[in-house]
């Protein structure tokens, strides 16, 4: 990223460094005597430099993985009130199983529906279309499971 600015007609350039990143970073931590969370996400922790991820600059990392059917009834409780068991979850179980799907679009997915019926039907339509989808992108590429 790039960024220019306007002085007495010359044009300056400021690059956004490694080295800017790391004392700003720096500087969040030592200003003042209050505890602070700051939260960076990534979807390749591995091309991050290390420098950012030492102990002092990242205490703790945490692994947000795929959405699986123990956790999903978590969220069914939380959004749509079902407590226990639904005929529905056995299919959605092994739906999950098979799937790359995030807990934000599960979520997103169950509040479409206030009945919980409704909801997981719906759910379980997105879910199977998911797995049409995946497999036809795999006959596409010329492989199979």
């Known amino acids: 990223m790039t960024i220019f600015f306007l002085i007495d007609a010359q044009v300056k350039t400021n690059r956004f460094t490694l080295s800017g990143l790391l004392n700003y970073m720096d500087g ?4 003042g005597g209050e505890e602070r969370i700051i939260i960076f996400t990534t979807n390749h922790k591995e091309k991050i430099d290390p420098a950012l991820l030492r102990p ?3 205490d703790m990392h945490i692994h947000l993985s795929f959405l699986k059917g123990k956790a999903f009834r978590v969220l069914a409780t939380n959004y749509l009130n079902i407590e226990g068991d639904h005929p529905l979850f056995e299919e959605i179980d092994g739906l999950l199983e098979k799937l790359e799907v995030t807990p934000a679009v599960v979520a997103e997915q169950l509040m479409r529906n206030e009945d919980p019926d409704d909801a997981l039907e719906t759910f379980v339509t997105f879910l199977k279309e998911m797995d049409k989808d995946s497999n036809c992108h795999l006959e596409l590429r010329g492989t199979s499971e």
């Open 56 to 58: 002092g600059r990242m």
């Open 28 to 31: 969040l931590w030592s200003s």
